[in-house]
């Protein structure tokens, strides 16, 4: 065995049916304005006549990531750079995988503990990373954050809880 222990926080769904409500999720915590906002960015994106797609798909993960956030801390957002073609790659791959039910084929042979930490706010609903791990990863456990988003260690009300589970989980 490779991997002693594997640790999954803010894990994306396994299963179509759950990513596909990450987007009404994520744009029913925003206002009216921002709404529009990210239909705007989103169509500069699907447009093949822009070149450089980069500083929109940037701008429109910043929009997006505060609706993953149920009460961040203040914190300086670390980018180094944001390449949208790379995403688009690794998110129609991704979702070929979880179509094809492959992605949640591939637990079974997780030979290691899997422990999964997850928001109770994360857009990634866990009952699409719960439910489905469970039922193909031998050894699996669920941890869910209260008034936690994707992003534990800059919630103001989960960070001190998700640091005790990781240094739990680690030793």
């Not at 822009?50 to 997006?64: C, E, M, R, S």
């Not at 719960?130 to 800059?154: A, E, M």
């Amino acid at each position: 065995m490779y991997v002693k222990k594997l640790i999954l926080i803010g894990s994306g769904a396994y299963e179509e049916k759950y990513a596909i409500k990450l987007m009404e999720t994520r744009l029913s915590r925003l206002n009216e304005e921002k709404r529009l906002k990210v239909q705007v960015l989103k169509e500069v994106l699907s447009n093949p006549g822009v070149k450089d797609k980069n500083t929109t798909f940037f701008q429109l993960g910043k929009l997006l990531s505060q609706a993953d956030s149920f009460n961040p801390l203040p914190f300086v957002d670390e980018v180094v750079e944001c390449q949208y073609d790379i995403h688009q790659s690794v998110w129609n791959e991704a979702k070929e995988l979880r179509q094809s039910g492959i992605l949640l084929e591939q637990g079974k042979k997780v030979q290691c503990p899997v422990v999964a930490i997850h928001g109770d706010y994360d857009p990634h609903l866990s009952e699409g990373i719960k439910r489905p791990r469970s039922q193909t990863v031998k050894d699996f456990r669920f941890i869910l954050l209260k008034n936690c988003g994707h992003y534990p260690w800059i919630e103001r009300q989960a960070r001190d809880r998700f640091y005790e589970i990781l240094k739990e989980e680690l030793s």
